[in-house]
């Protein structure tokens, strides 16, 4: 997708081992998101930042952490990966806060921890 | 967020109009509407939104009944490239969060040829 790009796009691992998914953003959005989505779940939102160094939790943040030290990346991180994260990730951004700044979404990265 | 409620699959021949139905009753005045598509392995795409007034752009319409409880999403002439999940979602403004959406089950659009 123009403007947002994931990597990997693709990753099996084994479990205990960490795994750091990055996001890279060119449109300079103050916003960007990380979701997963799982099969009998739809996207379920892991963490958000709204600025540098600036993240909160979402939804399903529990083996996760996100850093954000540039506007243009927001790395997400497993520490010890489970089989319970396999998964494909996407990332999101958004500029702003009015009701018109809507989500731009990456292509996904799929995750397999086996 | 507003919880919507959408039906879980749909069919549309093609080349014909797809409605896409969605109730949230529950909405509150400053809550937007929002239509989303997620084509099978790709991330979301946004489709269009809207607060009160009925929408339109190069990709659909949005009706928003008066009362705001229920919209529909119009594809007007649907076409295979159109099968996909489509969410609706409700959600308020979040200074912190931005636009940060909570996605339901959304519905399965099949177009047959």
């Known amino acids: 997708d123009a403007g947002i790009t994931q990597s990997p796009r693709h990753k099996v691992t084994e479990t205990g081992t960490p795994v750091t998914l990055r996001c890279h953003q060119t449109e300079n959005h103050r916003y960007m998101y990380w979701y997963r989505q799982d099969p009998g779940h739809g996207l379920r939102l892991i963490h958000y930042s709204y600025g540098v160094k600036d993240t909160d939790k979402g939804e399903v943040s529990d083996g996760y952490s996100v850093s954000r030290s540039k506007t243009e990346d927001f790395l997400l991180t497993l520490e010890s990966a489970t089989s319970s994260q396999t998964s494909v990730y996407f990332c999101?951004?958004?500029?702003?806060?009015?009701?018109?700044?809507?989500?731009?979404f990456g292509a996904g990265s799929r995750l397999t921890v086996l | 967020d507003a919880k919507t409620t959408q039906p879980p699959s749909m069919d549309c021949a093609e080349g014909r109009a797809a409605n896409l139905p969605c109730n949230h009753s529950t909405i509150s005045g400053n809550e937007y509407v929002y239509w989303y598509r997620q084509i099978h392995s790709q991330g979301p795409q946004y489709i269009i939104h809207g607060l009160k007034n009925n929408e339109t752009n190069e990709m659909a319409s949005l009706i928003i009944t008066e009362d705001r409880k229920s919209s529909t999403l119009i594809l007007p002439h649907a076409t295979l490239r159109d099968t996909a999940v489509y969410y609706c979602?409700?959600?308020?403004?979040?200074?912190?969060?931005?636009?940060?959406?909570?996605f339901g089950g959304g519905t399965r659009l099949m177009v047959k040829p």
């Open positions: 999101a951004i958004s500029q702003g806060t009015s009701g018109a700044n809507v989500l731009t």
């Open positions: 979602i409700v959600r308020t403004l979040n200074n912190n969060a931005g636009n940060m959406l909570t």
